[in-house]
């Protein structure tokens, strides 16, 4: 029996189990996490549909862009995945408890490198699933398009997402291989290169676009529809492939399935042959580094020095959060990739001469952008903050056992999260009101938000997080994933919501001149009032809540 | 049946392993002691292929760790002092999992995982899932896998942490029963009690370099103390604990 079919036989028995497990689980909870997705889906399929329907409304560049967007969305999925990936493949090759088990047991190189990419790209391209099915459900719907739309998306789905898969691990790999970790030099040349690259494109995004160049054209409007539709591109094989399919043109879309698979087989064996010559090194290095590191980086060494007003009990648990946060590649690289891109985003606002647009479009676009770091700052929040008491685990007896009260380390927990989650929070909101160039009103009112929703995050993450305590579990995953995580980022989205929906709706209101100026402030002051109620109390309910219970708790 | 040559291993410009030099013929059993950061440990890595020597080659039955090391860990087992095990499959199908990927004919698999759960008392064990097995339990799980195989060489790291002392009894019989029949044992352990009960042969490693190799006697009779500990904590002294 080949090794990869003993593996495929463990993991049959591991996903039986799996489901056994959940089936023993809490019908309530199975049930109000079903409710909870079917919502989801359904509202983001109607939201969709909202968008297709107002796109042909629109006619002229509307409906090109209706045309076009089935592969300006695989572009999207695409990118995603690879981003996705780079996360996932470090921790599936280079930070999992099997890997050494596998190492040490008769198993080939390759055999080791295939069954982790193909983990890794299952556990990077899963979730995805959940953007294209309403998506593609409002574009069938909207297009008339035939059941066998849906059949042809998932044959080409599986390919592409490889393939984006493949992108990503491969290139993990070479970067976690020669990423010059311990090189000083080397670490701060490529630092300014890359702020220097950021600086070029801000420098151009700042200068692009004067009130003389109103007449852009579409390819401004939309800088990826013409990447998504280039000939060379995997997002145009499968838009153009099931489309063919869709049409009965059998040829044209057989042969461009042909190509995405063709290309994802050659993503495998790239992956395989990076992996057979510089993977093992890669994990040693990863793993064993280069031995005992008797330095302690300045950085620690000067914020020891600047919390020095703290209390040393509370200042002790604040620097190991800190350095914990640093020394764990999972936790900064997903914190820096989900701010970075909304950064870089938000960086290039003029590139799409929003700027440009009129003020209701500009107040509209800048509270998209707060929904998009309320949705980050939730994430994180959730993924993060949540299981921070969880796994302190079985190290609990020293912080249980020294002179902190568990209100005090409740306490040093939020507000540790909340100084880390707040700074960013606000400066993604001033920079993109200032690309925007959004009146002085509306700037206040994204930063107040952003202020209120890292609050009311980070309240209740660190809450919920110390109400359902699992000191057994040191897995953050599955802590997460638990009722209590799962709790947590249902409530987190209802707050986000509750705060961000009446605002929105109130300036939505006053621009399209259906609530009179004079009306308008009236009703936003009682809308301020309404945002600082929510965000006071899902900060300081879970909060109390969670101290009671830590009180009460027996170790 | 197990060859050390000049092996040294460095992580940057620290040695954790200088020049070892060492032979563990067929059927003994060996027993590799020293304090913490010794380079016990890293000497097991590299024979189980975890870890690239820095220089120096080894062999395990004429096989090259680096060029045959697939060959090799087919005839190898290796019990770690902190086992990986997937927490989401029963003790049965880890076991049947670990006889495919040595290759053990499905029948003679069942068989022998039947023996050897009767033998560590995990015979009321047989579907629980893992993640429900007490520490104790799981160390008893990994014997069972590791055994399935036959393996010819066995290495282990620290193997009686967390063990009851019927357990404890039983893997000191069964290791020196296993010798007896052929097997080689080569574990590394901070009990010397251990090592003065079963060992065969002793090595005692002191900052990456072999400072005593014999028998129980001969290491008395040439480096003096009454008992195991006093031979140790003479060759070892000056060097604390990290």
Known sequence: MSHLHALNRKNRCYWRNTGRIFREQSRFKVMFIAAFAIVLEGGLAALFYDGFRFLSELGGAGTVILNRLFALFFLAVGIMTVISSFVITYSTMFRSQEVPYLLTSPFTLTDIVTYKFLESAVLCSWSFFFIMV??????????????A?????????????????????????LVVRWFPRRNRIARTVLLLLVLSAVLIAYLKTWSAGSEDQLQFNLSALLPGLSLATSKWM???????????LVRNDWWRGVMLFAVTAANAMLALLIVQEIGQRVFWDTWQLVSFGTGLRSSTPALFTRLRDALQILRPDVRGLVLKDIRTFFRDPMQWSQTLIFFGILAFYFANLRSFRYHLFPDAWRNTIAFLNVFSV???????????????????????WTIGLSPLTPVRVLLTKFLTALAGLLPVGVALMALSSTMLRADSLITALAILMACCLASATTGLSTGLGAIYMDLHQRNPAAIVSGFGGTLNLVLNLVVMLATIVPLGALLHLRNTGILPDARFHMYLAATVVWLISVTLASTIVPLVLGSRSLREREF | ????????????????????????????????????????????????????????????????????????????????????LYDRLTTTEFCEFTADLYSVPPDEARKETSRLFELFGLDTYRSALIKDL???????????????HHPEILFI???????????????????????????TVFLTTHILALAEDIADRIGIISRGDLVALGTMNELRDRHGGHNLEDTFLNLTSGEKDP
């Open chain 1, 134 to 147: 309403p998506f593609l459900a409002a574009y069938a719907i909207h297009e008339h398009l035939s059941f």
């Open chain 2, 157 to 183: 790291d620290e193997p009686l942490i967390g063990l009851d002392p019927y357990t404890i009894r039983l893997i000191k019989n069964l290791l020196v029963e296993s010798c007896r029949q052929g097997m």
């Open chain 1, 234 to 244: 995997p997002s145009w094989w499968v838009a153009e492939g099931v489309m063919s």
């Open chain 2, 1 to 84: 049946m197990i060859l050390i040559d000049h092996l040294g291993k460095d992580y940057g410009s620290v040695m954790a392993l200088h020049d070892l030099c060492l032979e563990v013929p067929q059927g003994q059993l060996f027993c590799f002691l020293g304090p913490n950061g010794a380079g016990k440990t890293t000497t097991l890595k590299i024979l189980t292929g975890l870890l690239k020597p820095t220089r120096g080659t080894a062999t395990i039955k004429g096989l090259d760790i680096r060029k045959d090391g697939l060959k090799a860990r087919q005839i190898t087992g290796y019990i770690p002092d902190m086992p990986f």
């Open chain 1, 374 to 396: 309320a949705a980050v700052m939730c994430s994180l929040g959730s993924r993060f903050v949540y299981p921070q008491l969880s796994l302190e685990g079985q190290a609990f």
């Open chain 1, 149 to 173: 739309f849906a059949l042809w998306n998932l044959l080409f789905s599986i390919p592409f997402l490889g393939l984006c898969a493949g992108i990503g691990s491969s290139v993990t790999i």
């Open chain 2, 134 to 148: 007490s520490h104790g339990l799981r160390q008893r799980l990994i014997y069972c896998a590791t055994l399935l």
